[in-house]
């Protein structure tokens, strides 16, 4: 590197100079400037091109030069304020760029740049690929397959049968007492076949219309007489979801496969019921940990 690889050592000793010449202080200073400024700016947008910071890359560029040096000369010589110095060099010896030397004062040296930088390269390289596959995945992803305005319980119900038969671990549902006792059976089976079944019952009736069967978690949400059209919701293994609109009259279906949506609504189903649930309940710690599981996913 020629002159220019002692700039520090100039920077660092120019004030050493006999104070007889002061010039040659004034010169000294001015020569490790210049040549500190033309350093940087020389080194600094390759290094920040592979990932590093501004700071990053001035004390990897100082630390290279000195080879091994205590925290105030990268600090001095990179013109990094000192209590950043110290998170800077740590950030540097995580990423492989400097070695932490053991003893007091903490000293660091430099990896060499013919080795750490190649690497540094290779991993950049790699998160890009990585990153193109993604992007070209996503972009061949399919769009949700959705059937909206499916009008009448009698083209409805044969979905909602459908999507519980082909059911392998979780059902939700916020439904009414007329579709609880329409579904009963195949929700019956598929809690024989181990499927965990999570059911809120919209009604104003204070009791349910039968004795839940063993594994079942159903209660009651009361809701307002008065407040609209009724909306029943279902989500099939996170998957698949179902909204019924009026179910009680004129009912308005509209399904979704799309498995990012089905996991938010399965989650508010299981906020609803929680909230109904007994405290300290097995019911209740069974519809967190499905919570937790969602929010997991």
């Not at 004795?211 to 293994?237: E, N, Q, R, V």
């Not at 189903?269 to 309940?281: E, T």
Request: charged share 20%.
């Amino acid at each position: 590197m020629g002159s220019r690889a002692h700039f520090v050592a100039c920077r660092t000793r120019s004030l050493c100079i006999s104070q007889r010449h002061p010039y040659l202080i004034f010169f000294s200073s001015f020569y490790s400037s210049y040549n500190y400024y033309y350093f940087v700016k020389e080194t600094q947008g390759a290094l920040r091109a592979l990932g590093l910071t501004k700071h990053q890359a001035k004390a990897y560029a100082t630390l290279a030069c000195l080879g091994t040096a205590k925290v105030y000369e990268v600090a001095q010589g990179a013109e990094i304020p000192p209590i950043n110095t110290y998170r800077v060099l740590s950030d540097l010896t995580r990423l492989g760029g400097a070695t932490l030397l053991p003893g007091r004062p903490k000293q660091y040296r430099a990896s060499p740049p013919d080795q750490w930088l190649p690497r540094l390269g290779q991993q950049i390289a790699l998160q890009a690929e990585q990153a193109a596959q993604e992007l070209k995945r996503q972009s061949r992803a399919t769009p949700p397959r959705q059937k909206p305005g499916i009008r009448g319980m009698r083209r409805i119900r044969p979905l909602l049968l459908e999507a519980i038969t082909r059911s392998d671990s979780l059902i939700t549902g916020l439904l009414t007492p007329r579709e609880l006792q329409k579904l009963r059976k195949p929700l019956t089976d598929a809690s024989r076949r181990g499927i965990q079944l999570v059911l809120g019952l919209q009604t104003n009736q204070p009791t349910l219309p039968f004795p839940p069967p063993a594994g079942w978690i159903i209660c009651i949400l009361p809701h307002p007489t008065k407040g609209g059209p009724l909306t029943s919701s279902w989500t099939f293994d996170n998957a698949l979801s179902f909204r019924v609109t009026d179910p009680e009259q004129e009912a308005v279906g509209r399904s979704m496969e799309d498995r990012p949506f089905t996991q938010q609504l399965a989650w508010g189903n299981l906020a609803r019921i929680q909230l109904a649930l007994a405290a300290h309940s097995p019911e209740l710690r069974r519809c967190q940990r499905l919570s937790d599981e969602l929010l997991n996913l």
